[in-house]
């Protein structure tokens, strides 16, 4: 089945870049699927990718580029894996608005409710939980401090294991 997904991949020193894809490389097996990013809207399946791929150009026409600071690695989790998210202190709220402008209108009714978005980049991946936080822990001592900005959303689709970026939109507002 095919889903949809709204990417910001950032932009960065190239140090930056070559550190987070070092890292990802090591730390986190989903690394060969895509590019470091922010997640601005999660897999969706059975809308339209005409109207979808409209929405996500209007959404980026209506906000600019963003800012922002990574200073904070965090452990996140789901059922079955501990994540390690790069977390903006700088540009998390600007991140933040653009995720709530993607999910209004057309999206509104895929937003999940039961879970905050916290905006981030998988930095790492694994089912060893202690691992994922002594990662975390050991990135923090190191007083890690990313910068970048965001100044386009992609829409790519998930199909057979495969991510492909369809379009892109830059954020001008």
């Avoid at 700088?90 to 993607?102: F, T, V």
């Amino acid at each position: 089945m095919k889903k949809i997904f709204t990417l910001a991949y950032p932009c960065l020193s190239a140090p930056d870049a070559g550190f987070i894809e070092d890292f990802r490389r090591q730390h986190d097996g989903q690394h060969p699927l895509t590019k470091a990013h922010f997640t601005i809207a999660f897999g969706c399946a059975g809308i339209d990718e005409q109207a979808y791929l409209k929405h996500v150009e209007e959404v980026a026409r209506s906000l600019g580029p963003i800012s922002f600071a990574c200073r904070y690695a965090m452990l996140g989790a789901d059922a079955a894996q501990a994540y390690a998210y790069l977390v903006p202190d700088e540009g998390y709220s600007g991140l933040s608005r653009l995720h709530d402008a993607a999910y209004r209108q057309l999206l509104a009714p895929t937003l999940r409710l039961d879970i905050p978005y916290v905006p981030h980049i998988t930095i790492g991946s694994s089912s060893n939980r202690a691992l994922m936080k002594s990662l975390c822990d050991e990135l923090n001592r190191g007083n890690i401090d990313i910068r970048g900005s965001v100044d386009r959303l992609t829409v790519a689709a998930l199909e057979n294991g495969v991510l492909t970026d369809l379009t892109s939109s830059a954020l001008v507002g």
